[in-house]
């Protein structure tokens, strides 16, 4: 199956600094979200993006599927933004997610 | 966003006893749902997908007679996990898909089990 892999696993930004989280898969997909994962556990689609560039707010996300990657950029960071940020693709022709191993984001005030 | 609710949120309980957790969907309805597993500090791992009107589909190495899955409605799938031991102890959580080609996840607030 597909095999989905982020970079880097834990990450610690100040406030206000900018970072760009890395997503690589294995296979070609039609099918490429990011989610934030809160300190609470829950799960917040962020982006559904199997192609292209989308911005919302201070987040964005870029996938270039020819290349099997997809990049998260967070800018002017918040202490709010703290949580573990996960990437996923489909696994086969459904639409069931493999996750990737997630990044570990600390944003200290 | 599509809303996944989910209950309850933390489960404590004794071992040998069954655990039920419920995962609706609210706004929406959905023929199939996705139960997941996550160990602290690790990611998401698939346990099984839920299908209304049918059995469910088991990952390899998830005991299907352990974890029942039912999808009673097309907005109501539930989990129980049977007779269950402190290594069941983990965060469950439940997601449905939506959108044109449901290609869209929507996740539950998942649910913490602690067996001891």
């Known amino acids: 199956g597909i095999q989905v892999e982020q970079s880097p696993p834990d990450l610690i930004l100040q406030e206000g600094a900018n970072s760009t989280l890395r997503c690589n898969f294995s296979?070609?997909?039609?099918?490429l979200q990011w989610f934030h994962q809160n300190p609470w556990g829950q799960l917040i689609n962020l982006f559904y993006i199997p192609s292209g560039t989308k911005q919302n707010g201070r987040l964005s996300a870029t996938t270039v599927a020819t290349e099997r990657y997809s990049l998260l950029y967070i800018s002017s960071s918040q202490t709010t933004d703290s949580g573990v940020y996960f990437c996923a693709a489909p696994q086969g022709a459904g639409n069931m997610l493999t996750f990737g191993g997630g990044t570990r984001l600390m944003v200290k005030p | 966003g599509a809303v996944v609710s989910q209950h309850p949120s933390r489960v404590i309980c004794k071992s040998g006893t069954s655990v039920k957790i419920e995962c609706r969907s609210l706004?929406?309805?959905?023929?199939?749902m996705f139960w997941y597993r996550q160990f602290p500090k690790q990611s998401l791992m698939l346990m099984a997908t839920s299908n209304e009107g049918s059995k469910a589909t088991y990952e390899q190495g998830v005991e299907k007679d352990k974890f029942l899955i039912n999808h009673a409605s097309l907005t109501l799938s539930t989990l129980t996990v049977t007779s269950a031991h402190p290594e069941d102890s983990s965060f469950y959580i439940c997601?449905?898909?939506?959108?044109?080609?449901?290609?869209?996840?929507?996740f539950g607030s998942g649910t913490q089990l602690s067996v001891l």
């Open positions: 706004d929406f309805q959905a023929t199939t």
């Open positions: 997601s449905a898909p939506t959108g044109p080609s449901n290609e869209k996840l929507f």
């Open positions: 296979d070609s997909v039609n099918n």
